[in-house]
Nanobody
Framework: QVQLVESGGGLVQAGASLRLSCAASGRTLSSNAMGWFRQPPGKEREFVAAISPSGGNTYYASSVKGRFTISRDNAKNTVYLQMNSLNAEDTAVYYC?????????????????WGQGTQVTVSS
């Protein structure tokens, strides 16, 4: 059974940066696409970013493109989300997710494993 544990969330001021980490256990995920989603208060969970198994391909939501960077270290079985120039609209619970397949997907239902989430709050 795959377990995903996010860390790195917190309360920051607008303009600050945070780096989220997602550590996987149970089995190696070096052959799996992975992604980050977020759920703002009172809203649906939405796609943020995804990365291919090798890390060579990435995809971002338009709202974060140019500010966020997804990366992975397969030797550590860990995925990261570097978030820069944070603003109040980035406030959400951030979830790490893993697919059983290799292809990048943007839809929540395409992901098979989920972490418990980490809260990111940006004060304006």
């Amino acid at each position: 059974q795959v377990q995903l544990v996010e860390s790195g969330g917190g309360l920051v001021q607008a303009g600050a940066s945070l780096r989220l980490s997602c550590a996987a256990s149970g089995r190696t995920l070096s052959s799996n696409a992975m992604g980050w989603f977020r759920q703002p208060p009172g809203k649906e969970r939405e796609f943020v970013a995804a990365i291919s198994p090798s890390g060579g391909n990435t995809y971002y939501a338009s709202s974060v493109k140019g500010r966020f960077t997804i990366s992975r270290d397969n030797a550590k079985n860990t995925v990261y989300l570097q978030m820069n120039s944070l603003n109040a609209e980035d406030t959400a619970v951030y979830y790490c997710a893993a697919r059983s397949g290799q292809a990048i997907r943007l839809v929540r239902s395409e992901y098979d494993y989920w972490g418990q989430g980490t809260q990111v709050t940006v004060s304006s």
